[in-house]
């Protein structure tokens, strides 16, 4: 099965408009370092839909059945109108995530969705077991800079992928949370940030830390700012701690 990383980056994404910093400058001038913001795909699901995925899905054309969101803020969840072109689909999130993408589906369609249409909205209590499709998923809380936030346990025909989504450092202190992710065969951290900010975001070090202690079979670092190292020095980073994984850039594909 394979795992796409459609966006790798933070919010602003790279480059990040006006910005002079060594990493905008170089992704204006090669493509291969831009940073759309961070979403994810695997058989049918799609993890976050970005305001980039009108791009990510003309790129990868791929159909979508499922979308789980992590938590309500933009980059994670503007993409909502976009997934119009799909007539069926299942939503599933916190309340607040899935509030967010009513309230975004309402703004671009009204109150009644187009004849043939059929959306449907599952709020997802934290820690409890949902059958998706053909994925069992478990939703865990983490702390954010948001009122409620979380990242996704998702098994597909015995294939465990864990998705932290945006989190602060805390999650490394979360013994519940490193016992439901230890061993998994794919970790998609987040990796903000040089340094970590406290109940927001992970740092360069932080996350290395986390994917060590979840020891998963394969790590691929994303969520990347535009402010943090460059790819190539976040790679040695990656490889200096022995890490079996990499970088994500947008597009990455992962086999499993
Ligand atoms: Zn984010
Ligand atoms: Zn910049
Ligand atoms: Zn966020």
Redesign the pocket.
């Given at each position: 099965m394979k795992v796409i990383i459609l966006g790798s980056g933070s919010y602003s994404g790279?480059?990040?408009p006006l910005?002079?910093?060594e990493?905008?400058m170089r992704a204006r001038l090669n493509p291969m370092y831009r940073r759309t913001r961070f979403s994810v795909y695997v058989e049918g699901i799609l993890i976050d839909p970005s305001p980039d995925l009108h791009y990510h899905l003309e790129r990868t054309n791929k159909r979508v059945k499922h979308v789980l969101i992590t938590h309500a803020h933009f980059d994670h969840v503007f993409g909502v109108p976009d997934l119009q072109v799909f007539k069926e689909i299942s939503f599933h999130s916190n309340e607040l995530g899935i509030r967010t993408a009513q309230d975004l589906s309402r703004l671009a369609f009204g109150d009644l969705m187009p004849r043939g249409y059929k959306w449907e909205y599952e709020t997802l209590e934290f820690w409890k077991e949902y059958k998706i499709g053909k994925a069992k998923v478990i939703h865990f809380p983490v702390k954010h800079s948001i009122e409620v936030a979380g990242g996704f346990l998702i098994e597909i025909n015995g294939v465990r992928i864990g998705v932290t989504g945006d989190t602060g450092p805390e999650i490394l202190n979360d013994e519940k949370v490193l016992d439901l992710l230890r061993g998994v065969d794919l970790l998609i951290p987040e990796m903000t940030k040089k340094e970590s900010i406290p109940g927001v975001h992970l740092g360069v070090k932080d996350s290395i830390e986390l994917a060590k202690k979840v020891n998963a079979e394969y790590t691929v670092f994303a969520h990347i700012s535009?402010?943090n190292y460059s790819h190539e020095v976040l790679e040695k980073k990656v490889r200096e701690a022995e890490i079996r994984g990499e970088v994500a850039k947008d597009f990455t594909i992962v086999e499993l």
């Open positions: 790279t480059p990040k910005c002079t910093c990493n905008c535009h402010s």
